[in-house]
């Protein structure tokens, strides 16, 4: 498993006016945490895109527990728990940053796609980087 840990303050741009994070806003976090994961492991988006394949989201999901306020410092939990065949699933676990509880999980699906737009197979700098990294944890 690879798994990175991504701390996100809350701010007031977030939040509903209740001061609860706006449901959308999670998706965004997990895009960033994302992101940061790959680079984590040295798998930066433009690397990847430098060499003509994209990952678009096909599938996304998030069950809401609690809500994150205003202020809060969380950390959006992100990780890869298997090596993509076709598809690449990523999950992720917002929690406080004390851990106490889990406030929301969900995850993405990506397809592996070329510039002109086709799918294609993984490409190889991705499970190579992968198997590698999941083999030193």
Do not use: W
Not at 8 to 25: E, H, L, N, P
Not at 46 to 68: F, R
Not at 115 to 132: D, Y
């Amino acid at each position: 498993m690879i798994r990175f840990d991504y701390p996100v303050k809350v701010y007031y741009k977030d939040v509903d006016q209740m001061g609860i994070v706006y449901y959308s806003r999670y998706f965004e976090y997990f895009e960033a945490a994302r992101t940061e994961l790959f680079n984590s492991i040295g798998l930066d988006v433009t690397t990847i895109e430098n060499q003509g394949i994209y990952l678009p989201v096909i599938t996304s999901h998030c069950d809401y527990k609690k809500g994150a306020k205003f202020e809060q410092e969380i950390i959006v939990e992100t990780s890869i728990s298997e090596l993509p065949k076709a598809r690449l699933k990523i999950e992720y676990f917002v929690h406080p940053k004390i851990r106490e509880q889990t406030l929301v999980t969900g995850y993405t699906i990506h397809a592996f796609m070329k510039k002109s737009g086709r799918p294609t197979k993984v490409p190889e700098i991705i499970l190579k980087t992968l198997k590698e990294k999941m083999e030193t944890i």
